[in-house]
């Protein structure tokens, strides 16, 4: 096709986004209209799991050298994806935080870069903006819903009241889902990234053969732990060897993880209750842990018994992607919220900033979650 103009009657704004943080050298083209529909024009995504996977888990150094060698290529193949050109855009959207900042700055310079040269508004997205409003690539969404964002390196419940307006019910006080996810399986002598891999393992095997401990039983609030997980699971993998009982193993660490936050999620909706009546009964699920069927399935089942919708993103959003910043970046666009290009990589970026301040499982420093 050839390059088209935009359309500014349509009231559209069409985005470019990048994405830098962890692992992937993303781009992607999203066009959102003012009532909230979107279309995914292009999403580009260099995954570097090959590089990393010799060393069973991201190395920051590898990451970053690697997004500076692939991410003029991948912006150059998502603007040919999209039939655009560069002056079609309404904004750059690129991801400042939190992650790891060597790569985040090489995405963020880029997308600065971009908007100089185009003279467009930049806008500096929270990762874990892009993660909440995921599944909106996929389905109409109206704030304000709760959200659970489980993935590598965040695990927390959020009341989303708006762009950009997130309250932080729940979080971790240790370990991230995907994290205990990577960590266990990697203690069962599966590849990186160990989500997927156990997930494939766990197919057909039984969840109930073997008991591991349930974290938090009784506990008011709904902050999550998968320290005692992780140990219990890691020692008994050891002794595990037969196919079958390292196949029920699987089963067991998935439905563990997916009843924790399952529990966690229904006493986060009693909390959203609170706060919103009776009206707005959303609950969405997003970030690479939410790509787990059983998760998924579990979940569902507890939205349902809540009688909350349950919406999760198209599997292809679920881990890290370009389309889901571009979109945060639509949005804060469409609400006026631009940054200038003195917008600072953050390695730690957390959603609600008064509540991580507040927490002590959000201390600074290479102990406390990113987020
Ligand atoms: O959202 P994401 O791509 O990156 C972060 O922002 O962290 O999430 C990656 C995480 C990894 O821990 C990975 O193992 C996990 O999501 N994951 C899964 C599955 N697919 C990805 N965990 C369980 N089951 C899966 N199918
Ligand atoms: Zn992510």
Redesign the pocket.
Known sequence: MAPQPNTPASGALTLLGIETS?D?TAASVVRRWPDGRCEVLSSIISSQIAAHAPYGGVVPEIAARAHVETIDGIIAEAMSEAALTFAALDGVAATAGPGLVGGVMVGLSAGKAIALALGKPLIAVN?LEG?AVSARLGARIDYPFLLLLV????CQLLDVEGVGRCRRLGSTMDDAA??A??KIAKSMGLPY????A??RLAEGGDPMRFVLPRALVGRQGCDFSFSGLKTAAARMAEGVTDPVDRRDLAAAVQAAISRQLAERSERAMAIYLRAHGGAERRFVVA???A??AT?RATLQTVAGAQGFSFTAPPLVY???NAAMIALAGAERLAAGLTNGLDAAARPRWPLDETAALASPTHVPGRKGAKA
């Open positions: 962890c992937e990762h993660h993935s590598g390196g965040h995907g994290e996810f990577d990234p160990g989500g997927p156990l997930e970030g690479g842990v790509a787990n998760v679920c881990t890290d």
